[in-house]
C-alpha cells in the first residue's frame, strides 16, 4: 500500500511559478513510476506528467512541454513538479498517482491540491 499527500498548490498570478510536492509512503514507493494528472472543473483528469523510478525516463502533456519539470528525491519519497510561465488554463485540482512499473494504471492517488492562476 502506498499513500500519497500532495502539498504546495495555491493562487498565483498569469507568468508566476510554482512547486508542487508529493509525499510517498510504503516501503515500495521509491520503486514505482510517479505522476501528476489536473483536473479543471467541469473537465475529466488529465495526464501531466510522469517520472520511473530510477528518473531515466520522463513524459510531458503537451501543454505543459517547457513549463513544467518534474523530478523525484527517492532518499526523500518526493515527487516534485516545478511549474513556470503559469496560464489561466493551468487551473486545477492537481492529483499526484503512483504505480508499480508492470503496471499500467495509477492503483494508488493523492487527495489533490488545487492550483489556480489569476490573469
Known amino acids: 500500500q502506498v499513500q500519497l499527500v500532495e502539498s504546495g498548490g495555491g493562487l498565483v498570478q498569469a507568468g508566476d511559478s510554482l512547486r508542487l510536492s508529493c509525499a510517498a509512503s510504503?516501503?515500495?514507493?521509491?520503486?514505482?513510476?510517479m505522476a501528476w494528472f489536473r483536473q479543471a472543473p467541469g473537465k475529466e483528469r488529465d495526464f501531466v506528467s510522469s517520472i520511473t523510478w530510477s528518473s531515466s525516463s520522463t513524459r510531458y502533456a503537451d501543454s505543459v512541454k517547457g513549463r513544467f519539470t518534474i523530478s523525484r528525491d527517492n532518499a526523500k519519497n518526493t515527487v516534485y513538479l516545478q511549474m513556470n510561465s503559469l496560464k489561466s488554463e493551468d487551473t486545477a485540482v492537481y492529483y499526484c498517482?503512483?504505480?508499480?512499473?508492470?503496471?499500467?494504471?495509477?492503483?494508488?492517488w493523492g487527495q489533490g491540491t488545487q492550483v489556480t492562476v489569476s490573469s
Open positions: 498517482a503512483a504505480r508499480p512499473a508492470m503496471r499500467s494504471d495509477y492503483p494508488y
Open positions: 510504503g516501503r515500495t514507493a521509491s520503486t514505482y513510476t
